[in-house]
């Protein structure tokens, strides 16, 4: 009897790249509160969660609940951003999904984004008949390198472990990863090539690939 695949897609870096809708909403929050952005505050805050961001990296607030007002608001913000300008998938997606389709490989996202980010953006793609699950932040109780966003989104679609391919973009997804027993698709869009040579394969775009190279046995 065949085992059953299934493929596990981190999301930003991999899916997307929301860099420059992440950075346009922190500007629109930052009038609308009347407050000032430090200089290359973007980048230096970036892969941060909003709750070290406001009170460390900007000193907007050091008050739990302020924090978590404007975190959410930013993301609120992010989503209409996202609404009003649209967003694209990064190269080779669709047509990587299509096949994973076309060979009936269950497909799910497991990713720190917010759900409600990732179902918004899904949505303005057109993208969400590919996936059968989505895993979030609000799903586990650890983060990565911890393995349990990987092993949830396995068990939602009905996969073994060792029957899954995760696509990431990060190191510390990568090393949750391979926590979790699975092989690694790493995406060279946010690290290096060299910096990635851990992973079972590196690309640039997931196009690159075929179900028989990943599913060979």
């Keep these: 009897m065949n085992r059953k695949r299934g493929a596990i897609f981190d999301w930003d870096g991999v899916i997307i790249n929301s860099a420059v809708q992440h950075e346009i909403s922190w500007d629109r929050l930052a009038k609308e509160c009347g407050k000032t952005l430090p200089e290359n505050h973007f980048k230096r805050g970036f892969g941060m969660k909003n709750e070290v961001i406001i009170p460390e990296l900007l000193g907007w607030s050091t008050v739990p609940v302020e924090i978590r007002i404007l975190s959410l608001r930013k993301e609120a913000i992010y ?4 609404r009003e300008q649209g967003m694209t998938a990064l190269p080779g997606v669709e047509a990587w999904l299509r096949t994973l389709r076309d060979e009936r490989i269950p497909c799910a996202i497991a990713s720190s984004t917010h759900r409600e980010n990732i179902t918004t953006t899904l949505d303005v793609l057109g993208l969400e008949e590919f996936f059968s ?17 990987f092993l949830t989104a396995a068990q939602r679609i009905g996969v073994e472990p060792g029957d899954g391919v995760v696509f990431e973009d990060a190191l510390v997804g990568i090393k949750a990863a391979q926590a979790a027993g699975m092989r690694v698709v790493a995406v060279a869009t946010t690290e290096p090539k060299d910096k990635l040579a851990h992973a079972d394969w590196v690309v640039d775009r997931l196009d690159e690939l075929s179900v028989a190279q990943l599913w060979a046995s």
Aim: charged share 45%; hydrophobic share 40%.
């Design 79 to 82: 989503r209409e951003v996202v």
């Design 133 to 149: 699950a989505i895993i979030t932040a609000e799903d586990v109780k650890r983060g990565k390198p911890d393995p349990e966003v």
